[in-house]
């Protein structure tokens, strides 16, 4: 198993097909890691959420800045029928939508809310376009959108949890999220393919190192 994180917010990571087929960030360090390795796996955690971009805002005074997105790939291989197979779990941690006369943002602050506004907008125009069937998905028109492709494109399932408000104050931003979950809810991605493929040498040697 190996993990990678990144966040939105960081400069010169680019989303596209890495050399295994998979939709990833380039420029980012995947780390192997056992998965009974809990104490390695929360030290991967603790630093890519020091990594995370917050900030001050009147709504919040510890405000995400960025979305944030954990990718853990899991590979298995079969020596006696010669094929692996290959899959990968995304924990995505997005970002609220503002407004911005609530939230006060200015300049720097306010630059990040509007981007942030903007791909969560994405990601709806995605789940419209699933939910209506259309022919073209528009995927690529947000990093968050084009990361998160494969998980909404037919290969993958996907769940999602809306977190709510019960303030009175924030009765807009709750109708949102509840509108927006509606249309989430109406999308079906279908059944998940199994990615299935013919041993390769460097899966090959890894199975001899780990019967020795």
């Known amino acids: 198993s190996s993990s990678s994180s990144s966040s939105s917010a960081t400069s010169g990571l680019d989303i596209r097909v890495l050399k295994d087929g998979q939709v990833g960030v380039s420029g980012v360090t995947r780390l192997e890691v056992d998965p009974s390795d809990e104490e390695t796996i929360d ?5 890519a959420a020091r990594h995370r971009a917050v900030g001050v805002t009147d709504m919040n005074a510890q405000s995400s800045r960025s979305h944030s997105i954990f990718t853990l790939h899991l590979k298995g291989s079969n020596k006696e029928l010669n094929t692996s197979i290959s899959g990968a779990l995304n924990l995505a941690d997005l970002a609220g939508s503002e407004r911005l006369d609530r939230s006060g ?5 306010m630059k990040e809310t509007q981007a942030i506004n903007k791909s969560l907008s994405c990601l709806t125009d995605v789940f419209m376009a699933i939910s209506n069937k259309n022919s073209h998905i528009p995927y690529r028109n947000s990093k968050l959108t084009h990361l998160l492709s494969p998980c909404l494109s037919g290969d993958g399932k996907t769940l999602m949890m809306v977190n709510l408000s019960p303030t009175e104050e924030s009765y807009f931003e709750t109708l949102c999220s509840l509108r927006f979950a509606k249309t989430v809810n109406k999308c079906e991605l279908g059944r998940p393919k199994k990615q299935f493929r013919d041993m390769d040498a460097k899966d090959t040697n890894k199975t001899k190192k780990s019967k020795k």
Do not use: H, K, L, V
């Open 43 to 47: 030290n991967i955690m603790d630093q």
């Open 105 to 109: 943002a200015t300049g720097d602050r």
